[in-house]
């Protein structure tokens, strides 16, 4: 664990959270970043879960070393995810494990300075991953929450809260069914999520639905939500960074975004910016010298990465000062 706390990175990134403390944030934009995280697991076997590959013994040799090593890669990750100098105001968090990997990254890791707060789902998946909110409680307080459950697979959550501006907001953070080995009871299942959450948005409330959808921006589910009346937020969001990362994931050599953020109401006239966090250390060069996420393993290969997914990045204008 020692070792990990000297990370390069420590004395600046925590001089940084003191500089930005203390700024007072008048100007700061509204930022609610999405991150597919790639499988954040503890090293702990969880009875009746099947996490056996990210445990000590496996082929992945998931030890405690890696494992900090992966928290820390997803606090840099957050606290790059920003256009100026102010942290984010709400992160979803897409394949956490349970409240022990929360906990550590919200209190031992790179981000342990920040003040987050989280709330967790826990669902039935079968590999025991869940979804998150971490949220900055000076500008995001929170009134209600809501577990939307479906049965083998990840629950939807559901947050209800208030922007330090006064507005409510309504946010729901997803993780659609995989499309690996994509069949119709798969792509059903997909529809149906979708369905239960635009039944659960009022249509008079400000909505903001991300995650990761499973699906491309022309797929039947994000129809679903356009015909709903929900914008497209992250539709050709452009990258920030390496330009050549033209998605928030890469299959097959091809750039495409499985995660999106919608939304609808009157939060859709506060909308600055969104953009896809394509830092330089969150890539690597391939064979062909064309960029691809750095993910953690490479099959089973340990390559020391932040995740196969590339953060969401959306800014909303504050009229209001702190």
């Known amino acids: 664990m020692r070792a990990i706390v000297r990370h390069a990175l420590l004395p600046t990134i925590a001089a940084l959270i003191i500089t930005l403390s203390a700024m007072g944030f008048e100007r700061a934009p509204f930022t609610i970043v999405e991150l597919n995280c790639e499988n954040l697991f503890d090293t702990i076997h969880d009875d009746g879960k099947d996490d056996h590959e990210f445990l ?7 030890t405690r070393q890696r494992y900090w090593r992966k928290l820390n890669n997803i606090g840099r990750t957050i606290l790059s995810s920003t256009s100026g100098d102010h942290l984010p105001d709400l992160v979803a968090l897409v394949e956490v494990e349970n409240d022990t990997v929360m906990h550590d990254l919200t209190h031992r890791s790179l981000l342990r300075e920040a003040g987050y707060e ?40 559901f947050v209800r809260g208030e922007r330090l501006q006064g507005d409510t907001l309504d946010i729901f953070i997803l993780h659609m ?10 792509k059903q299942l997909r529809q149906d999520i979708a369905q239960a959450i635009i039944t659960h948005s009022p249509t008079d409330e400000n909505i903001i639905v991300l995650g990761d959808f499973n699906d491309y921006a022309d797929g039947r589910v994000i129809r679903s939500f356009l ?13 920030r ?5 033209t998605g928030t994931y890469k299959f097959r050599g091809h750039w495409g975004s ?3 953020i919608l939304m609808r109401g009157n939060i859709c006239q506060h909308l600055s910016s969104c953009f896809i966090n394509a830092s330089s250390f969150l890539l690597m060069e391939d064979r062909n010298g064309e960029v691809t996420p750095r993910r953690t393993y490479r ?12 953060p969401l990045v959306l800014e909303l204008t504050t009229n209001q000062k702190p």
């Open 258 to 260: 499985l995660d999106h």
């Open 241 to 245: 960074g390496d330009e050549r990362a």
């Open 177 to 186: 069914p995989s499309r690996r080995g994509d069949n119709a009871s798969r």
């Open 56 to 62: 000590p013994t496996s082929e992945r040799q998931w």
């Open 227 to 239: 015909d709903a009346g929900f914008i497209h937020a992250s539709k050709d969001a452009p990258p």
């Open 118 to 157: 989280y709330i967790l789902t826990n669902s039935d998946d079968e590999r025991g991953i869940d979804v998150a909110l971490l949220y900055q409680p000076y500008s995001f307080r929170i009134i209600d929450t809501l577990t939307i459950s479906f049965p083998a697979t990840r629950s939807v959550l």
């Open 299 to 310: 099959g089973t290969f340990y390559q020391e990465g932040y995740s196969d997914h590339l």
